[in-house]
């Protein structure tokens, strides 16, 4: 069978399922916006205890860090992304996720094989283009001002 790049895509929307665009989007913005709320309140609570705006916005990053790995390594944080998608991807809970599942799936491989190479499989990409998009932008940030 000769399959065209045509024939591919009908038999590809035939099979794959519909998108439910309004509710994904909802989900999306509704889990998203919870995770920067509860940070929100995680930060007023370490102001209110206290600490410094740079010092309580270190501790309530290292909160979220630690909730979101900890969510990923009992299996929960995967079951919330099924369902809010994208929304689970804001920065420093999706980066957690990321790497705290990469070391979960590469720990039998042992210490330095697997978890020491493989660790940053899905975040290496993102640090790389993040490095270089903050350069590029630096650069043309620097003419135009």
Known sequence: MNV???LYADMSKQ?????????????AFFVGGSICAFGQIILEFFKTAGFGQIQAGTWE???????ASLLTGIGVYEKIAKHAGAGTLV??????NAISSCAIESQSEG????????????AGPVI?????????YGIVYYFIR
Do not use: D, E
Request: net charge positive; glycine share 8%; aromatic share 8%.
């Open 4 to 6: 065209t790049p045509q």
């Open 91 to 96: 920065p420093i809970t999706g980066f957690s």
């Open 128 to 136: 790389l283009y993040g490095c270089v998009a903050s350069v590029l």
């Open 111 to 122: 210490a330095v094989l697997g978890i020491g190479t493989k660790i940053f499989t899905i």
């Open 61 to 67: 990053a290292i909160v979220l860090i630690a909730i």
């Open 15 to 27: 099979v794959s399922p519909k998108s439910k665009t309004a509710v994904n989007v909802f989900a």
